[in-house]
């Protein structure tokens, strides 16, 4: 039987740098969250995924969702289609 992809819906938050997504499955085991930044030694797949991506600074997640904060010169129409691919790549 063939596994059903995520589903995942991205929402602005009030830090123009930050985005939230939220899945249709848990991200993020567990009741502690989870917080990366760009450089640090990562053994999450999706947060291994998203960080290794242009433009991407940190990462914050705790159950059903993440959200990703860009750099400050990064440009959110050229992150967007990548994170989506991050996703897809990691629970196809």
Known sequence: MKKLAIQVQAEPTPNPNAMK?????????GSKSASFKKGDD????????LLALEGVDNIFGFG??????????????????????AFDRVYE
Request: no cysteine.
């Open 42 to 49: 990562v053994d999450h797949p999706l947060a291994k995924e």
């Open 21 to 29: 997504f939220t899945a249709n499955q848990v991200l993020f085991e």
């Open 64 to 85: 059903d969702f993440v959200t990703v904060n860009k750099q400050m010169d990064a440009d959110w129409d050229s992150i967007l289609p990548e994170v989506e691919a």
